[in-house]
Nanobody, 120 residues
Framework: VQLQASGGGLVQPGGSLRLSCAAS????????MGWYRQAPGKQRELVAI???????IYGDSVKGRFTVSRDNAENTVSLQMNSLKPDDTGVYYC???????????????WGQGTLVTVSS
């Protein structure tokens, strides 16, 4: 099972960017999906999580600016980022709690990370 993230890049302050992440491989179900980020010299932090049924949780610093969504049929999760600030700069990682087969514990998979740079 693999997660492939895309959509990072350079954007000016106040701009928008959309990240996407797709799961591939053999599995029976994806539970929670989410995004984390890591700025230079800082610990990885929560950006947003979305449950299979659509319930969402956001980090305090992105509330009201970022929107997480998912497509269960396509096994994808997206992050719409608006009103971007320089503090949003970092490597963004998607993750997913995946049930590979019924009757076994789920596994947490991470994508490879995509760099978002907010700068003028």
């Amino acid at each position: 099972v693999q997660l492939q993230a895309s959509g990072g890049g350079l954007v000016q302050p106040g701009g928008s960017l959309r990240l996407s992440c797709a799961a591939s491989g053999r599995f029976v179900r994806i539970n929670d999906m989410g995004w984390y980020r890591q700025a230079p010299g800082k610990q990885r932090e929560l950006v947003a999580i979305i449950a299979r049924g659509g319930i969402t949780i956001y980090g305090d610093s992105v509330k009201g600016r970022f929107t997480v969504s998912r497509d269960n049929a396509e096994n994808t999760v997206s992050l719409q980022m608006n009103s971007l600030k320089p503090d949003d700069t970092g490597v963004y990682y998607c993750n997913a709690e995946i049930r590979v087969t019924w009757g076994r514990a789920t596994v947490l998979k991470w994508g490879q990370g995509t760099l978002v740079t907010v700068s003028s």
